[in-house]
Nanobody, 118 residues
Framework: QVQLVESGGGLALAGASLRLACAAS????????MGWFRQAPGKERELVAS????????YSSDSVKERFTISRENVKNTVYLQMDSLKPEDTAVYYC???????????WGQGTQVTVSS
């Protein structure tokens, strides 16, 4: 059973950087695509970035492209989201998720709050 725990959220000023980490339990982490999602108050959860099992292919949404970078270290069972040039509209709860066995995003962390003030 894969469990995901996010860390690294907090309060930041606009223009600053934060790095989120998602630590996964279990020996099969390296098999799965991973993603970062976010949900702002009153809005639907949206995919921010994703990465294939080996890190060869990444995706970033238009709203964060050129500012956020997803990466992973399979030996550490960890996926990261480097967030640069933060904007107030990046304020949200950020979740990491795993696509277990190609069945969609079916394992989620508890989320970490990111608040960006202007």
């Amino acid at each position: 059973q894969v469990q995901l725990v996010e860390s690294g959220g907090g309060l930041a000023l606009a223009g600053a950087s934060l790095r989120l980490a998602c630590a996964a339990s279990g020996r099969t982490f390296a098999r799965y695509p991973m993603g970062w999602f976010r949900q702002a108050p009153g809005k639907e959860r949206e995919l921010v970035a994703s990465i294939t099992w080996n890190g060869a292919i990444t995706y970033s949404s238009d709203s964060v492209k050129e500012r956020f970078t997803i990466s992973r270290e399979n030996v550490k069972n960890t996926v990261y989201l480097q967030m640069d040039s933060l904007k107030p509209e990046d304020t949200a709860v950020y979740y990491c998720a795993a696509d277990i066995n190609g069945l969609g995003w079916n394992r989620w962390g508890q989320g970490t709050q990111v608040t960006v003030s202007s």
